[in-house]
């Protein structure tokens, strides 16, 4: 994946932040329990966007009805569609804590189709996979997405992957450097 060792834009130093950017800066750290990094760093220019962004990012990392693995597993298909280095060094080892084979992702990762063990996994991967390249799903697929999860969660993996391609297309432009 494309990257470099430095970030396209400077993180924001708090004295050369307006009172807003202040403001929501500190809201982030007080959030996260930590230094902002990444998108969240580089939406402090616009503070607005930044509060609009915190809310979906929390509700995607923590509120769908998909299990955990699923989610990241989208997440990464975005990741790995927009050439995002720091996206994929961020949630990479959160879809294998959650359960997504390992072997899975090097392929994902190596840009090559990836073998997943659960259909479950495969079938998000699929979903995903038409979303970024067609821009939506046919019949078949968008039936077997229905039938494998139901409603709800087919409208949450759609939002997981529109969101993974936000933050996507922040870091594969901005480049900030991968996170530890």
Same mark, same amino acid.
């Given at each position: 994946?494309?990257? %470099? /060792?430095?970030?396209?834009?400077?993180? &924001? +130093?708090?004295?050369?932040?307006?009172? =807003?950017?202040?403001? $929501?800066?500190?809201?982030?750290?007080?959030?996260?329990?930590?230094?902002?990094?990444?998108?969240?760093?580089?939406?402090?220019?616009?503070?607005?966007?930044?509060?609009?962004?915190?809310?979906?990012?929390?509700?995607?990392?923590?509120?769908? %009805? /998909?299990?955990?693995?699923?989610?990241? &597993? +989208?997440?990464?298909?975005?990741?790995? =569609?927009?050439?995002? $280095?720091?996206?994929?060094?961020?949630?990479?080892?959160?879809?294998?804590?959650?359960?997504?084979?390992?072997?899975?992702?090097?392929?994902?990762?190596?840009?090559?189709?990836?073998?997943?063990?659960?259909?479950?996994?495969?079938?998000?991967?699929? /979903?995903?996979?038409?979303?970024?390249?067609?821009?939506?799903?046919?019949?078949?697929?968008?039936?077997?997405?229905?039938?494998?999860?139901?409603?709800?969660?087919?409208?949450?993996?759609?939002?997981?992957?529109?969101?993974?391609?936000?933050?996507?297309?922040?870091?594969?432009?901005?480049?900030?450097?991968?996170?530890?």
């Amino acid at each position: 994946m494309k990257g %470099s /060792l430095l970030s396209r834009i400077p993180y &924001l +130093a708090e004295t050369v932040m307006d009172a =807003h950017q202040r403001r $929501r800066a500190q809201e982030l750290v007080a959030l996260r329990g930590g230094p902002v990094s990444g998108p969240g760093a580089f939406w402090l220019y616009n503070p607005f966007l930044s509060e609009c962004a915190e809310p979906m990012r929390l509700h995607m990392e923590q509120g769908t %009805s /998909l299990p955990k693995a699923l989610s990241e &597993l +989208a997440m990464l298909a975005a990741a790995r =569609h927009w050439s995002a $280095r720091y996206a994929w060094c961020r949630h990479e080892h959160q879809a294998v804590k959650a359960g997504i084979d390992a072997g899975a992702l090097a392929e994902l990762r190596e840009d090559r189709f990836p073998t997943f063990a659960e259909e479950s996994a495969a079938l998000v991967y699929a /979903l995903a996979r038409a979303l970024l390249t067609t821009g939506g799903l046919d019949d078949a697929t968008y039936a077997r997405g229905l039938a494998a999860f139901g409603l709800p969660a087919l409208v949450e993996l759609v939002a997981e992957v529109g969101y993974g391609t936000l933050v996507s297309l922040a870091n594969a432009t901005f480049e900030p450097d991968p996170p530890n």
